[in-house]
């Protein structure tokens, strides 16, 4: 199985930035896809950001203009550029990947989850 290592949470006043990472280990043909989730407290997990091999990319509406999603493919490594944090963007992100651990098999993998408090 992959591992999913999650860091860069932690706590940021309103306006502040933070920046996630998300490496992948294992034994990996190829990543077909990674991304952010996040979920708060009562809410479902919701979609923050993705990013495919090919570079395409997807954001929350919510996010967008703010949060930006990059990758180091060499390394297997996405991270989650989050500027202009606002309270509501508190959560716990978890990192997601979809990856073929063989050629002709596609299996997804989580992490653990990384806490983000945006407060004073």
């Known amino acids: 199985q992959v591992q999913l290592v999650e860091s860069g949470g932690g706590l940021v006043q309103p306006g502040g930035s933070l920046r996630l990472s998300c490496a992948a280990s294992?034994?990996?043909?190829?990543?077909?896809?990674m991304g952010w989730y996040r979920q708060a407290p009562g809410e479902q997990r919701e979609l923050v950001a993705r990013?495919?091999?090919?570079?395409?990319?997807n954001y929350a509406d919510s996010v967008k203009g703010r949060f930006t999603i990059s990758r180091d493919s060499a390394k297997n490594t996405v991270y989650l550029q989050m500027n202009s944090l606002k309270p509501e963007d508190t959560a716990v992100y978890y990192c997601?990947?979809?990856?073929?651990?063989?050629?002709?098999?596609?299996?997804?993998?989580w992490g653990q989850g990384t806490q983000v408090t945006v407060s004073s």
């Open positions: 294992g034994t990996i043909f190829s990543i077909y896809s």
């Open positions: 990013i495919t091999s090919a570079g395409s990319t």
């Open positions: 997601n990947a979809i990856f073929a651990p063989i050629v002709s098999r596609l299996e997804t993998s």
